[in-house]
């Protein structure tokens, strides 16, 4: 084992045992496979104020399995906490903080292996850039959704979420009373946003991806059988462990497990559910941590043949829970393996192949578990409380319904079109993403004029003054990974424009990111970024945009000459800078001085660090 570094007898490692005496560590646990818990609880987040608990337990059982648990905590940032100011500026970079903190303890002391207790935006995919580069057995276990909440509008009793008190926020009509009521209504317990926003996007992600057990992605926080999902983890990573260093098997190991098939499976179910447009980013960036040789033309094309057969909230009606009861990630994977678009030479975790799971998990199988029925009855309890597994409610029955249920099959698909698209042309050279779950078909083609500005601040000034107006293409650009730097989330845009009326009128361009909690015509990602030259950089008020969701295009009709002029105009000048007053600090130009565009997952350019660190 990696630990046998520190744990054997060599007397020169005398001092290191003593450290891990003080520390807890008897003479009888010599030997055992060492545990890192990377845990992100923070009283900042409602996705996170529970995992002080879930530590706690996931370390117990450990502990009960046979193994030497070691929890430690990384960083964890509220997007919606942040958003809308300049702290949003540090969401993204603190993917790779995460990273490289996971990355740091388990090498520095030797761990065996790792279970990531994570759950909102950034933090999955941080750890599981770590797992994927660390390469020993891992577990995922996320916190858990949060149940969507409940509130009087006009009389009527509708469900609400973090989107709904967004936008009414921007909403005239709605009193400051009103608002207070949505305030304290829209989140009404721990857990990740309801509904299909990043978070949640992200650790649907790593179920189908291989990396975390069944009903990782939607059984609720609030749930006393999330409870036993972490139990359960616990356990199975010292049998991992042993199986890995014992009987030398790599089956076990996360890039045995994330294989490119894997990835592409993974990102077939992402597109189907209509996930948000960050887990394109952050499957890129996970990818090269495994070396793998996945990219934005893999999403383009699986884009191109995987409908979209689950509309949860924001773009539907569904919320995660509803989800849940028909059966999670597994009923979907289910539906899209019946319709042959799965690869089959892929296993989990838990699992030896993706037959054998699905053939135990998918509630539309004869071959179903009742473990696995017991597990998708879980139900919301309806109780407003910061703490976990608060009740036992469950749902009379499973929604089984491939026709009006929250899960279709693949021959009567919510939307035709998969839940996410790349589109391309001389606005984005190299790709950009819309979830064309949350537009209404009604604008897939849009014609319109360029309303230009150079952050999220002038974006949400121009809406709220009413400055924006119907048809008009909304261009938020110099907010991408360099320019922001940061690369912020713009839910507030979004969500203003839904507030004023005008959600189904306007375009939303930006080379920054957009919320999993967004929809309409918001496009984002756009690459090049406007600080590395992007055409982006070009535009200007009154440019008429075009574009074409089925034809995935996306084009500024302004002739190339006229393009080529602006582009020598800007290079002679002040060159790609934005027009705007913030004040950037140290360690974000050190993020930006290192990041890459959205098409490369806005990661860190290796052959720039390497040449600079002149290493190899």
């Known amino acids: 084992m990696r630990s046998a570094t520190v744990i054997n007898n060599d007397r020169m490692f005398a001092g290191a045992r003593a450290l891990y005496r003080a520390a807890g560590v008897s003479d009888k646990d010599f030997g055992k ?20 608990k879930v530590g706690r337990l996931v370390s117990e059982a450990v502990k009960q399995a046979g193994g030497i648990p070691r929890e430690f905590n990384t960083i964890a940032v509220d997007d919606g906490i942040a958003m809308g100011h300049t702290g949003m500026l540090y969401s993204l970079p603190s993917r790779d903080i995460i990273a490289d903190a996971v990355e740091y303890s388990v090498n520095a002391h030797c761990a065996d292996a790792l279970i990531c207790i994570s759950n909102c935006d950034k ?19 996320s916190g858990g959704p949060m149940e969507a909440g409940y509130t009087v509008v006009n009389g009527k009793k509708e469900r609400t979420d973090l989107i709904s008190v967004m936008s009414a926020s921007a909403d005239n009509n709605i009193s400051d009373e009103e608002l207070v009521n949505f305030e304290r209504t829209a989140c009404p317990t721990c857990g990740s946003c309801a509904g299909m926003f990043t978070a949640n996007s992200m650790n649907c992600l790593t179920e189908a991806l291989g990396l975390a057990l069944p009903g990782n992605g939607t059984t609720l926080a609030s749930h006393s059988y999330r409870k036993e999902l972490f139990e359960k983890a616990g356990k199975l990573i010292v049998d991992l462990a042993n199986r890995y260093y014992l009987q030398d098997d790599d089956s076990v190991l996360p890039r045995s497990i ?97 037959e054998a799971k699905l053939n135990d998990w998918d509630i539309r199988r004869d071959t179903c578990t009742d473990e696995a029925k017991r597990l998708f009855h879980a139900a919301p309890g309806g109780i407003i409380s910061p703490e976990p597994w608060t009740h036992t409610t469950l749902f009379d029955t499973l929604d089984t319904d491939p026709v009006n249920g929250a899960v279709h099959d693949i021959d009567h698909p919510e939307i035709e079109e998969g839940g996410l698209a790349i589109l391309h042309g001389n606005l984005a050279p190299n790709g950009c993403v819309v979830k064309t779950a949350g537009v209404d078909k009604s604008i897939w083609h849009f014609k319109g004029k360029a309303f230009v500005v150079d ?29 922001g730097p940061g690369m912020q989330e713009m839910l507030y845009p979004t969500a203003f424009v839904k507030g004023k009326g ?30 590395a030259g992007g055409p982006i ?12 969701i089925p034809e995935r295009t996306i084009s500024v009709n302004v002739p190339d000459d006229v393009l080529a002029a602006r582009r020598k105009k800007i290079e002679e000048g002040e060159g790609y800078r934005p027009h705007r007053d913030r004040k950037v600090s140290l360690a974000l130009k050190a993020y930006a001085a290192f990041a890459r565009s959205a098409d490369k997952g806005a990661t860190r350019d290796p052959d720039l660090i390497n040449k600079l660190a002149n290493l190899d």
């Open 258 to 354: 994330a294989t490119k098939h894997a990835f592409e499976n993974a990102m077939t179910m992402d597109v189907a559910m209509g996930g948000s447009t960050n887990t394109v980013l952050h499957i890129l960036a996970c990818a090269q941590s495994a070396d793998v040789d996945f990219t934005l033309d893999d999403i383009e094309r699986i884009s191109h043949t995987v409908p979209c057969i689950c509309k949860a909230a924001p773009s539907g009606k569904w919320e995660i829970s509803d989800v849940h009861r028909a059966g999670g990630i597994s009923r979907i994977l289910g539906e899209l393996d019946r319709a042959g678009k799965l690869h089959q030479d892929v296993h989990s975790v838990d699992y030896p192949s993706l």
């Open 33 to 52: 496979p060492i545990v890192a818990i990377a845990n992100s609880f923070s009283e900042f987040l409602p996705g996170h104020v529970h995992l002080q």
């Open 455 to 483: 952050s999220q601040e002038q974006a949400c000034k121009a809406i709220l003054s009413d400055e924006l107006k119907p048809g008009d293409a909304l261009i938020i650009r110099y907010e991408g990974p360099k320019g």
């Open 537 to 548: 950089a070009l535009i200007e008020n009154g440019d008429e945009i075009e574009i074409n």
């Open 123 to 141: 933090v999955t995919p941080g750890m599981l850039m770590a797992a994927l580069r660390l390469n020993i057995p891992t577990i995922f276990v």
């Open 502 to 531: 005008i959600g189904k009128k306007v375009a939303l361009i930006t080379d920054g990111r957009y919320s999993g909690g967004s929809s309409g015509l918001s496009i984002g990602h756009v690459a090049p970024e406007a600080a």
